[in-house]
């Protein structure tokens, strides 16, 4: 289920003082962030991120088509180890 249109999206304030901050100055470097549940907004569309993973931080160039989502979908927090071993252990193929 998603947040109420009444509340608005989640976005965190301090971030948005950084961007703001990042946009003044000209600076490019990527902006460093935990907050996954944070919303994307359109102020943040042509700025590098550095996502926590919970482990490192991963770059994200935020585009027009990412408007809306979380920056938690950006970051995958899991690595995914394949399925059982060889297929050519008397498996199928």
Same mark, same amino acid.
């Given at each position: =289920?998603?947040?109420? !249109? &009444?509340?608005?999206?989640?976005?965190? *304030?301090? !971030?948005? /003082?950084?961007?703001?901050?990042?946009?003044?100055?000209?600076? %490019? *470097?990527?902006?460093? !962030?935990?907050? %996954?549940?944070?919303?994307?907004?359109?102020?943040?569309? $042509?700025?590098?991120?550095?996502?926590?993973?919970? %482990?490192?931080? =991963? &770059? !994200?160039?935020? @585009? *027009?088509? =990412?408007?809306?989502?979380?920056?938690? /979908?950006?970051?995958?927090?899991? @690595?995914?180890?394949?399925?059982? $071993?060889?297929? #050519?252990?008397? #498996?199928?193929?």
């Amino acid at each position: =289920m998603g947040r109420s !249109l &009444k509340k608005g999206p989640y976005v965190v *304030e301090r !971030l948005l /003082e950084k961007v703001a901050r990042a946009e003044s100055t000209g600076n %490019r *470097e990527p902006i460093k !962030l935990w907050a %996954r549940a944070c919303t994307i907004v359109p102020e943040f569309i $042509g700025k590098n991120f550095a996502i926590h993973n919970g %482990r490192t931080f =991963m &770059k !994200l160039y935020v @585009t *027009e088509d =990412m408007v809306g989502h979380k920056f938690g /979908e950006f970051a995958p927090t899991r @690595t995914f180890k394949v399925h059982g $071993g060889k297929a #050519g252990k008397g #498996g199928k193929k």
